[in-house]
């Protein structure tokens, strides 16, 4: 069982819808979850952190954690073609982050 | 945040060679990274890198083929030592800002590898 498993996708939503994205990870002690956006030949760049259970909203984006169940989401309102990227989910222990493989996302116009 | 460079962005390089990857922070952070990420895959973690001691390098990656220089809170050097192809990669190097045990990493532009 990988650390952070994350479907790999591709996920396509048209533009304006929701799209849901993602993660289990199997380290219960873990104490903080990232999502970062990468876009293609770019470097990763940090969207949101959550370290609560429950739900962190940043403009169009919501992560969702729930400790209980070891699962992570981010959801993403009103979707745009410039959201067209691969998601990583990361999870942290300490200064151990271990990084999922990425969800891609394609936002059709 | 930080503000993070490499150097250099890009190269090619020849079988049996090295390259040192330079990567500055615009202000002093007490741990840096090095992740390689290889094409259409996640990030994997070479080492940690802190200032005034030695590197600490993950499961597959050793010291003499990537040695790691630390020596400031906003600089850090990593070396891919003779080089094959299949060191051919991105290489990233990432920052650890905040406070508590918990830090959040910041990515550098990366530098992209070929090795011929």
């Known amino acids: 069982q990988k650390e952070v498993e994350q479907n790999s996708g591709p996920l396509s939503v048209p533009e304006g819808a929701i799209a849901s994205l993602n993660c289990t990870y199997s380290d219960r002690g873990s104490q903080s979850f990232f999502w970062y956006r990468q876009y293609s030949g770019k470097s990763p760049e940090l969207i949101m952190f959550i370290y609560s259970n429950g739900d962190k909203e940043d403009g169009r984006f919501t992560a969702q954690l729930n400790k209980a169940s070891q699962y992570v989401s981010l959801l993403i309102r009103d979707s745009q073609p410039s959201d067209s990227a691969t998601y990583l989910c990361?999870?942290?222990?300490?200064?151990?982050?271990?990084f999922g493989a990425g969800t891609r996302l394609f936002v059709k116009a | 945040s930080a503000v993070i460079s490499q150097k250099p962005s890009r190269d090619i390089c020849q079988r049996g060679t090295s390259l040192t990857i330079q990567c500055q922070v615009d202000?002093?952070?007490?741990?840096m990274f090095w992740y390689r990420q290889q094409p259409g895959q996640s990030l994997t973690l070479i080492a940690t890198?802190?200032?005034?001691?030695?590197?600490?390098?993950e499961s597959g990656f050793v010291i003499d083929k990537f040695p790691i220089s630390r020596p400031n809170l906003t600089f850090s050097t990593l070396t891919v030592s003779n080089m094959s192809p299949e060191d051919s990669s991105i290489y990233l190097c990432?920052?650890?800002?905040?406070?508590?045990?918990?830090?959040?990493?910041?990515f550098g532009p990366g530098t992209r590898l070929t090795v011929l």
């Open positions: 990361a999870v942290a222990r300490g200064f151990k982050t271990i």
């Open positions: 890198a802190n200032q005034g001691s030695e590197a600490t390098y």
């Open positions: 202000s002093q952070v007490t741990m």
């Open positions: 990432s920052v650890a800002t905040g406070v508590g045990s918990t830090d959040t990493q910041y």
